[in-house]
């Protein structure tokens, strides 16, 4: 790692298992999906709101109209801050609750939501990508995967970058941004083949259309240039549970990293999130909800 890097814990909050950050309005939402709860985190001041959900929360996304667009235990679901109120959406899996669940997910350039769900029991193929566009029409996108997880898209959205976890690949779909159509899937990298720990989870891309990848299991965030599937970097992390990043700061030069609890191995600062600085790399603009 350059020693022009710096990796530094930001806030208090120690979550369980931290997931899904997204920068919206000069702050971090994310997730604690074990402790079930929503967070608004200031990096300037290590300031923190904290909403509980009362279920486990994959993945949350700001909603152009206000509040927020989330999805868990219950489904797809609106949530206003302001009263905790929350409305069901869609709820595609029901009938295999609780051993599946939403997982990752995140809103495409037009402001649809994309989210995937994961089999909690590990049973192969039982979970699926879906999205929810404007007009709250649910469709099913892939089909037959165990984990969902990180996805985002090229900067001219003619792209959709998206990992299956357990596969230990990212993949690579033709992107329609009109419609939302995805077609021709490539693997853009394999990470067993490539001799990484861990496996993919949670990803963001940059201005330059690099891929930061986190690496659970792998105390790792990867960086991937997705034309030729080269490594361009690694950075090393004091936890082993790597979950997810974001860039933010007031030029999206910031690295966000959420990070979970291993089940077994004491780690100091895990569950905690980290930023980390001096990357040179400048991210992309989150989308909200259009709908």
Same mark, same amino acid.
């Given at each position: 790692?350059?020693?022009?890097?710096?990796?530094? *814990?930001?806030? $208090?909050?120690?979550? +369980?298992?931290? /997931?899904?950050?997204?920068? &919206?309005? =000069?702050?971090?939402?994310? #997730?604690?999906?074990?402790g079930?709860?929503?967070?608004?985190?200031d990096? /300037?001041?290590?300031?923190?709101?904290v909403?509980e959900?009362?279920?486990?929360?994959?993945?949350? !996304?700001?909603?152009?109209?206000?509040g927020?667009?989330?999805?868990?235990?219950?489904?797809?679901?609106?949530?206003?801050?302001?009263?905790?109120?929350k +409305?069901?959406?869609? =709820?595609?899996?029901a009938?295999k609750? *609780?051993?599946n669940?939403?997982?990752?997910?995140?809103?495409d350039?037009?402001?649809?939501?994309?989210?995937g769900?994961?089999?909690? !029991?590990? +049973?192969?193929?039982?979970?699926?990508?879906?999205?929810?566009?404007?007009?709250?029409?649910?469709?099913?996108k892939?089909?037959? #995967?165990?984990?969902?997880?990180?996805?985002?898209?090229?900067?001219?959205?003619?792209?959709?970058?998206?990992?299956?976890?357990?596969?230990?690949?990212? &993949?690579?779909?033709?992107?329609?941004n009109? $419609?939302?159509?995805?077609?021709?899937k490539?693997? #853009?990298?394999?990470?067993e083949?490539?001799?990484?720990?861990?496996? *993919?989870?949670?990803?963001?891309? =940059?201005?330059?259309?690099?891929?930061?990848?986190?690496?659970?299991?792998?105390?790792?965030?990867?960086?991937?240039?997705p034309?030729?599937g080269?490594?361009?970097?690694?950075i090393?992390?004091?936890?082993?549970?790597?979950?997810?990043c974001?860039?933010?700061?007031? %030029?999206?030069e910031r690295?966000f #990293?959420?990070?979970?609890?291993? %089940?077994?191995?004491? /780690? /100091?600062n895990?569950g905690?999130?980290f930023? !980390?600085?001096?990357?040179?790399?400048?991210?992309? %603009?989150a989308?909200?909800?259009?709908?």
């Amino acid at each position: 790692m350059s020693e022009s890097i710096s990796i530094t *814990p930001v806030g $208090s909050r120690i979550s +369980k298992w931290g /997931e899904g950050p997204i920068f &919206w309005n =000069d702050h971090l939402l994310y #997730v604690d999906i074990e402790g079930h709860a929503l967070i608004r985190l200031d990096p /300037e001041t290590g300031g923190e709101e904290v909403w509980e959900m009362g279920e486990r929360i994959g993945t949350v !996304v700001p909603r152009q109209s206000g509040g927020f667009i989330c999805a868990g235990d219950s489904g797809i679901y609106s949530f206003d801050p302001n009263t905790g109120a929350k +409305k069901n959406l869609a =709820d595609p899996e029901a009938d295999k609750c *609780p051993d599946n669940r939403f997982n990752d997910g995140k809103c495409d350039p037009m402001g649809r939501f994309w989210a995937g769900t994961i089999s909690t !029991v590990k +049973k192969t193929g039982e979970a699926n990508l879906y999205m929810l566009d404007i007009h709250r029409n649910l469709s099913l996108k892939v089909n037959g #995967v165990t984990n969902s997880n990180g996805i985002c898209w090229s900067k001219k959205a003619d792209k959709m970058y998206y990992i299956d976890t357990p596969t230990k690949e990212i &993949w690579c779909y033709s992107f329609e941004n009109e $419609s939302g159509a995805i077609a021709d899937k490539q693997v #853009v990298i394999n990470s067993e083949e490539l001799g990484l720990e861990g496996s *993919p989870d949670g990803m963001t891309i =940059d201005a330059s259309g690099m891929l930061w990848v986190a690496m659970c299991h792998g105390g790792a965030v990867l960086c991937i240039n997705p034309s030729n599937g080269s490594l361009l970097q690694k950075i090393d992390f004091p936890c082993v549970e790597t979950t997810s990043c974001a860039f933010g700061g007031d %030029k999206l030069e910031r690295l966000f #990293v959420t990070t979970g609890i291993h %089940k077994s191995i004491e /780690e /100091e600062n895990a569950g905690s999130v980290f930023v !980390v600085d001096g990357l040179g790399a400048v991210g992309t %603009k989150a989308f909200s909800f259009a709908g």
